[in-house]
C-alpha cells in the first residue's frame, strides 16, 4: 500500500471522498477495499465510497449457502458467472452491470458505534433516492435491504472491522432482473426483485442515480463528499491496478 497524502489528522473529520471506479471485478474490488480499510486504520485517508458496477457475478455472505442457488453450476459456468464467498453480512446475491454498487469505507466511531442504525441510514439514502424518482421505497424489518411492495430493489451487506465498515449496497436501476432466477435472492424465497428501470418504463443514466445518491448521503451522514477521480484514487492506493472490463 503507497498512501501519498497527509494523515487524517489534517483533515476535517466530516469529509467524504467519492470514486465512482466504473466496471470492476469482484475479486478486485475486494483488494481495493481491503487496502483502503487499512489505510483507513492506519487514518491515512478520510472516509471513502466506492462507486461501481460488477460484471456477472453470485456473491455469497457469511450467512448464506450456494443451497440458494437453484440452477446447475454448468449454467452458470455456460453464462461465465462465477460464485465467490466473502465476508460481507447475509446471503446470495446477484451483481452485474446496470446496478448501481456503494461500498463504503466509514470510520463507525464517528457514527455513534451504531452498527444498526449504520444500516437504517444505508437503506434511508436508498429509499430518499427513490423518491426522487417517484417510487416509494420501504423497510422490511427482518431482511436488511429496501423494498418496492413485496420485491426488493437493494441489497445491503456490510463488514466491520474496528469499527471501519466495508460492502454497502446494490441498487438494481438497469439490471437485467432474469439472473436472479437463479438464485434464491438473500435466501429469500416469497418475494420477488425488481428495479428502477423496471418501475419507471424506461433506462436511467448510473450517473444521474448516482448523483441522487450524493445528495441524500450528504444530508443522512451528514458529511462533506468530494468527487475525486480514478487517478487520484491510484494515487493514494498505487500498487492496486483499477482498469475498466
Not at 66 to 81: A, H, R
Not at 226 to 235: A, D, F, V, Y
Request: hydrophobic share 40%; glycine share 8%; net charge neutral.
Amino acid at each position: 500500500m503507497c498512501v501519498r497524502r497527509p494523515s487524517i489528522s489534517s483533515w476535517a473529520t466530516d469529509l467524504c471522498y467519492a470514486y465512482n471506479i466504473g466496471m470492476t471485478g469482484y475479486a478486485q474490488a475486494l483488494e481495493l477495499q481491503a487496502n483502503l480499510v487499512a489505510a483507513h486504520l492506519a487514518r491515512k485517508i478520510p472516509d471513502v465510497i466506492l462507486f461501481l458496477q460488477h460484471p456477472p457475478v453470485l456473491t455469497i455472505g457469511t450467512s448464506g449457502s450456494e443451497e440458494n442457488i437453484v440452477v446447475s453450476k454448468d449454467i452458470l459456468d455456460k453464462e461465465g458467472m462465477p460464485i465467490f464467498h466473502t465476508d460481507r453480512g447475509g446471503d446470495i446475491t446477484y451483481h452485474g452491470p446496470g446496478q448501481l454498487v456503494g461500498y463504503l469505507i466509514f470510520d463507525l466511531k464517528t457514527r455513534g458505534k451504531d452498527i444498526h442504525q449504520y444500516v437504517r441510514n444505508l437503506e434511508e439514502v436508498i429509499i430518499r433516492t427513490l423518491a426522487a424518482f417517484s417510487i416509494v421505497g420501504h423497510r422490511i424489518r427482518q431482511y436488511p435491504g429496501v423494498w418496492v411492495g413485496q420485491e426488493k430493489i437493494c441489497a445491503v451487506g456490510i463488514r466491520v472491522t474496528r469499527w471501519v465498515s466495508k460492502h454497502g449496497f446494490a441498487l438494481n436501476v438497469n439490471t437485467d432482473l432474469r439472473y436472479f432466477s437463479y438464485i434464491n435472492p438473500c435466501g429469500i424465497t416469497n418475494g420477488g426483485v425488481t428495479s428502477i428501470s423496471r418501475l419507471l418504463g424506461y433506462d436511467l443514466a448510473i450517473e444521474d442515480v448516482l448523483s441522487y445518491i450524493l445528495k441524500y448521503s450528504t444530508q443522512v451522514f451528514g458529511m462533506n463528499i468530494k468527487r475525486e477521480s480514478i487517478e487520484q484514487l491510484q494515487e493514494v492506493l498505487c500498487p492496486v491496478n483499477i482498469h475498466h472490463s
